[in-house]
């Protein structure tokens, strides 16, 4: 009995060294899209700092074409407005969407780890249980062999 016993905890202890290497798994692959979303969100910023220099070309062309006294000031007026509210707007739509991302990765790595905490500890309970049986068992089996004698 006491092998079959230990023969279990064995295959518990795998058991639970088996979860805990799945759970640093889905934890990595969390961690994973949290980089990959930090990734895009560094993308659009490196789009965004290209979209401002095209605003400055602009300005600067807006500038000249003042001085030249052309009506094309108004129209690149209003192109650049429109472009600085689109860049604003699909900047704000990212980052909106990066936080509601990571905040969603977070949660879920904090899920994971307090699944992983409570399965570790019911482990460390069911061990713990085991032992004290096989303690009991073996102060058991000491009194029956003091009585023998």
Same mark, same amino acid.
């Given at each position: 009995?006491?092998?079959?016993?230990?023969?279990?905890?064995?295959?518990?202890?795998?058991?639970?060294?088996?979860?805990?290497?799945?759970?640093?798994?889905? #934890?990595?692959? &969390?961690?994973?899209? !949290?980089?990959?979303? /930090?990734?895009?969100?560094?993308?659009? @910023? $490196? +789009?965004?700092?290209?979209?401002?220099?095209?605003?400055?070309?602009?300005?600067?062309?807006?500038?000249?074409?003042?001085?030249?006294?052309?009506?094309?000031?108004?129209?690149?007026?209003?192109?650049?407005?429109?472009? #600085?509210?689109? &860049?604003?707007?699909? !900047?704000?739509?990212? /980052?909106?969407?990066?936080?509601?991302? @990571? $905040? +969603?990765?977070?949660?879920?790595?904090?899920?994971?780890?307090?699944?992983?905490?409570?399965?570790?500890?019911?482990?460390?309970?069911?061990?713990?249980?085991?032992?004290?049986?096989?303690?009991?068992?073996?102060?058991?089996?000491?009194? &029956?062999?003091?009585?023998?004698?």
């Amino acid at each position: 009995q006491d092998l079959s016993t230990m023969m279990t905890l064995r295959d518990q202890n795998a058991n639970l060294q088996e979860t805990v290497a799945s759970l640093q798994g889905d #934890k990595a692959k &969390l961690n994973g899209l !949290l980089d990959s979303e /930090r990734d895009r969100r560094q993308e659009a @910023e $490196k +789009t965004m700092a290209a979209m401002r220099q095209e605003m400055q070309a602009e300005r600067r062309e807006l500038k000249a074409m003042k001085r030249n006294g052309t009506d094309e000031v108004n129209r690149v007026q209003a192109h650049y407005a429109q472009l #600085k509210v689109d &860049l604003e707007n699909d !900047l704000q739509a990212v /980052r909106e969407a990066a936080t509601r991302q @990571e $905040k +969603t990765l977070r949660e879920d790595i904090a899920d994971l780890q307090a699944k992983s905490t409570k399965e570790l500890e019911r482990l460390r309970r069911e061990v713990g249980n085991k032992a004290e049986s096989l303690r009991r068992f073996a102060d058991d089996c000491e009194h &029956l062999r003091r009585e023998k004698e």
